[in-house]
């Protein structure tokens, strides 16, 4: 009989055994982080973390893949809740919104602000450049962009007390953020830039960063869907409120600049002059834009993602990509069915707003 106890006793160890494991691994890659804990190492040194992380990945594996199997993400549980703004866990907590909402701004800082997945990356290398008139040294000393630009409300990031001034003619902080008008601190004489993207390719980009980051455990369509379209669910508010609340900022203060993702693949060069003149920096050559905008090309940062990368890797994501296309166009990705729904809800959201729809988003101002 001793036979038969050790058989069914033993995977039940293994079990506990390896959902300790699990624990621990967890907690350690979360500590490991923190702040500065990740992306203040040299390159080299995060290149070991990562290896270390996929062998620890690896051990995990027949854990994880239960996980899959019998695990969905819902994104009700999936949240920290702020004053009613919900945000992803891991990546902020309510602390680090506490933090950020009574964050002082300076008058030599300068805001990056999107709804997640709309470009925020992208404009924070074209704000570095633009301050370095496109001689910044970012790639070349191996450094990552959260080492330099802190995320205000996020965990994983560097402290925006300790974060650098960038830049010689205009010593800048570069200060990312996802928070919407109602929660992001305000000062006249500091600088924000808003980002806007396709509603649909907003959409498209978030279902593939969710998707990137926990595998199989991912939700289907519909749940997607009503996600993205819930004030209370979607993480930082929903696609319309966030633009609304930042176009009209832009109306309001002559500090804020609002700009869309398209414009920018459209024409990289001339929003980068805009945003130079913004920023009052002297005015900028034609090489010194044309440096600007090739380090600030989808090949450049593809090639560089060590430099760019948008969160810390974990045990389910090791070496998650920067962008999946980098197009204009992703809306076009989503299923046909779903784009209708999503477009048709983001017009009637802004119709009777002011927001000028019409000429930012034909498209989805006609529903289609």
């Known amino acids: 009989m001793s036979w038969i106890v050790w058989f069914l006793v033993t995977p039940v160890v293994l079990y ?46 027949p854990m994880l893949w239960l996980g899959s199997r019998f695990t969905t993400v819902d994104f009700r549980k999936t949240r920290i809740v ?13 602390e680090s919104f506490e933090r950020a909402e009574s964050y002082q701004p300076a008058a030599q800082d300068i805001f990056v602000v999107t709804q997640m997945k709309c470009g925020t990356t992208w404009m924070q290398q074209v704000v570095y450049e633009i301050l370095h008139r496109g001689q910044g040294t970012l790639v070349d000393r191996g450094e990552a962009m959260y080492a330099v630009s802190p ?30 008008v109602a929660l992001c601190p305000y000062e006249p004489t500091a600088r924000f830039i808003y980002v806007a993207r396709h509603p649909a390719s907003c959409f498209a980009s978030c279902v593939d960063f969710v998707q990137t980051n926990v595998g199989g455990m991912a939700p289907d369509m519909a749940a997607f869907e009503q996600w993205f379209c819930s004030k209370e669910l979607m993480w930082w508010g929903t696609w319309t409120d966030h633009v609304l609340g ?32 913004f920023l009052q920096v002297a005015p900028l050559t ?70 000028p729809l019409a000429s930012a988003y034909p498209d989805v101002a006609a529903g289609s």
């Open 16 to 61: 506990v055994a390896m959902g300790i494991y699990l624990a621990t691994v967890l907690k350690w890659e979360d500590e490991q982080t923190i702040g500065l804990g990740y992306y203040g190492r040299p390159l080299p040194e995060r290149e070991r973390f990562k290896r270390r992380l996929a062998r620890h990945a690896a051990l995990l594996s």
């Open 82 to 94: 702020y004053k009613g703004v919900s945000a992803p866990p891991g990546s902020c907590s309510v």
């Open 151 to 180: 995320w205000l409300e996020g965990r994983k990031s560097v402290p925006v007390e300790q974060a650098p001034l960038v830049g010689t003619e205009r010593p800048s902080r570069i200060i990312k953020t996802h928070l919407p």
């Open 246 to 277: 930042w176009w009209r900022w832009s109306q309001e203060q002559g500090n804020v600049l609002f700009t869309t993702f398209e414009d920018m693949k459209q024409d990289l060069p001339a929003v980068i002059r805009r945003v130079a003149a």
């Open 286 to 355: 034609d090489d010194e834009v044309a440096a600007i905008a090739h380090k600030s090309s989808f090949r450049y940062m593809q090639e560089h993602q060590s430099s760019f990368e948008m969160m810390p890797p974990h045990l389910l994501q090791s070496r998650a990509r920067l962008f999946v296309s980098g197009s204009a166009d992703r809306h076009q990705d989503v299923p046909q069915e779903t784009r209708q729904r999503v477009i048709g809800w983001a017009a009637r959201e802004l119709a009777g707003t002011g927001f």
